[in-house]
């Protein structure tokens, strides 16, 4: 590394630390032999835009992981904020104790084999593709091959997170965030950026 | 599919829909040769806790995917809301087209190479670990070596999001929101859930 390559002293190094940025809650559904089960995660994003492909990292010691891998489906639900409990309590619990598939009401889509919440305003019914192993959790990397939502959480045929209302885990803290309010157009307002 | 398989007739198929949820806007820096550029980015999660690893998709056309293949190194840092338009620009103009490594006060950590932003209350700096190969994306997946602050983000020692202000990209109607309040703590609030 050259001697010119510039340090800001004014930083403190927390060394590797996991990062700490909002991220979104999600239920990841599986079914366990022929039974629904649903795991909290927040470790999850969108992978590619055409196919849309959805990316999430689990601990390999869930249940859920072996689900997927079984029947090569899962589900990626959405809750609001009014499921923040229920959200909670499948976190709380593993499907290799505990029977969660009465904790909602379950539907299926095409695939027959991914559980999908009906209390939850969106759902993504996904086709595994890839599992990456990445030491203790692996991501699983599926084809969305159906969005399912309402009518009443739709603003001009799109879904509207205002009427959806996701909520946020902060890692660190534990603490279950909500969505805060618009700041500004993507893809718009750095068109202002004056150099 | 068993006939006994249970849809749910009030949900609408968007089809293979990328999915709406909240995601955290962040700057991927990355070296161009020894210069650095800055990419706006919201395809990005945690993808283990020990070692921390964390990974970010990004369209195959960007020049910082050259960058990081080139370097095997690559940042990510997450702006406040005070930064959304400089954030913003780095993703309306192309590194391949525009300088884009004076749009902040730069430095580097240990690795050299991997460029970090000082206004960005939160720098994580990334060893390649491995590209995953999506279509027309490619997700890179990094462990985090260093992850830079400063005291003002701190409470107890830990990043404090209420501090260091992140904002959330809504990919479909191109917002960027804020992060909302607490609604409930994690890993608790599901205590209470009674079947």
Chains 1, 2 share one sequence.
């Not at 505990?98 to 919440?117: E, Q």
Request: aromatic content about 8%; some cysteine.
């Amino acid at each position: 590394m050259s001697e010119s390559i510039k340090k800001n002293e004014k930083k403190i190094d927390l060394g590797p630390k996991i990062a700490s940025y909002p991220m979104p809650v999600c239920l990841i559904g599986a079914n366990l032999g022929d039974k629904a089960n649903f795991l909290t995660a927040a470790w999850l994003m969108s992978a590619s835009i055409s196919p849309p492909r959805i990316a999430v990292a689990l601990n390999k010691g869930h249940s859920t992981n072996k689900g997927i891998k079984e029947h090569e489906t899962f589900s990626v639900c959405i809750p609001s904020e009014d499921l923040i409990t229920a959200a909670d309590y499948c976190g709380l619990v593993s499907g290799s104790k505990t029977d969660k598939s009465a904790v909602f009401d379950v539907f299926y889509g095409k695939l027959g084999t991914a559980p999908m919440i009906s209390e939850c305003p969106v759902n993504m019914e996904c086709k595994l593709e890839k599992v990456v192993d990445n030491g203790e959790h692996e991501m699983f990397i599926g084809e969305i091959v159906s969005t399912f939502t309402e009518e009443k959480y739709l603003t001009n045929r799109a879904v509207d997170l205002k009427k959806v209302k996701p909520f946020l885990l902060s890692f660190y803290d534990r603490q279950y965030l909500g969505v805060g309010e618009p700041k500004a157009r993507a893809w718009s307002v750095g068109n202002s950026y004056k150099r």
